[in-house]
């Protein structure tokens, strides 16, 4: 089993709807929770970052996180055709540079006009 | 400069050649990160710098790659006798500080092809 798991879909939504993207995770030490945009043939781009568990919402998005179930979300509300990219997830133990990141496989989503 | 900068943006080598990729972070950022991308997959961590020093070399895969930072500013990631295995885009990116996740910035990447 990974450390991170991450349905990689495709996931295809029309314009305007929410999108739930999710992952779980098996090791309790991670503490930083990160989801990244990446869209074709460019790096990732940091979109929501939470650290333990709750919430956190910024514009149309809001990142979930439930450590006492090893799991995380990220809504899209109101999605656009320019959300249309893989969403990554990542997480970390610490702040320190030697607790690289861990990342999920990606989920592809798009956005139908 | 304005963002992670990674030379070249593609390769295509021959099996059993030798490979370098440049990365030349934010300006000031101490710390610097090369991760691998396969195809269909997460980034998966190979080297860690803080400043001129490798903290953390954990993710190279075998003595085939060794990366390097000798002012603490630019860093070259080198593959010796590539496989078609190392195909996959090498990603770097650079953080300010220690590494807090909320401030690591990635460049575009490098798109390494094996044939």
């Known amino acids: 089993q990974k450390e991170v798991e991450q349905d990689p879909g495709p996931l295809s939504v029309p314009e305007g709807a929410i999108v739930s993207l999710n992952c779980t995770y098996s090791?309790?030490?991670?503490?930083?929770f990160m989801w990244y945009r990446q869209y074709s043939r460019k790096g990732p781009e940091l979109l929501m970052y939470?650290?333990?568990?709750g919430n956190k919402e910024d514009g149309r998005f809001t990142a979930q996180v439930d450590k006492s179930s090893k799991y995380i979300s990220l809504f899209i509300r109101d999605s656009q055709p320019s959300d249309s990219a893989t969403y990554l997830c990542?997480?970390?133990?610490?702040?320190?540079?030697?607790?690289?990141?861990?990342f999920g496989k990606g989920t592809r989503l798009s956005v139908i006009a | 400069g304005a963002g992670v900068s990674q030379t070249p943006s593609n390769k295509v080598t021959e099996k059993g050649k030798y490979v370098e990729l440049r990365c030349d972070p934010i300006?000031?950022?101490?710390?610097l990160y090369w991760y691998r991308q396969s195809l269909g997959q997460g980034p998966e961590f190979l080297i860690y710098?803080?400043?001129?020093?490798?903290?953390?070399d954990s993710g190279l895969p075998n003595d085939r790659f060794f990366a390097v930072r000798p002012e603490g500013s630019v860093s070259t990631l080198k593959i010796q006798r590539t496989e078609r295995g190392d195909s996959a885009v090498y990603l770097c990116?650079?953080?300010?500080?220690?590494?807090?996740?909320?401030?690591?910035?990635f460049g575009e990447g490098s798109w390494l092809t094996v044939v």
């Open positions: 939470t650290y333990s568990s």
């Open positions: 300006s000031g950022h101490t710390a």
């Open positions: 990116a650079s953080s300010q500080d220690r590494g807090s996740g909320n401030t690591i910035y």
């Open positions: 710098f803080q400043g001129t020093g490798a903290a953390d």
């Open positions: 990542a997480m970390t133990r610490g702040v320190s540079g030697n607790t690289p990141l861990v």
């Open positions: 090791n309790s030490a991670f503490q930083y």
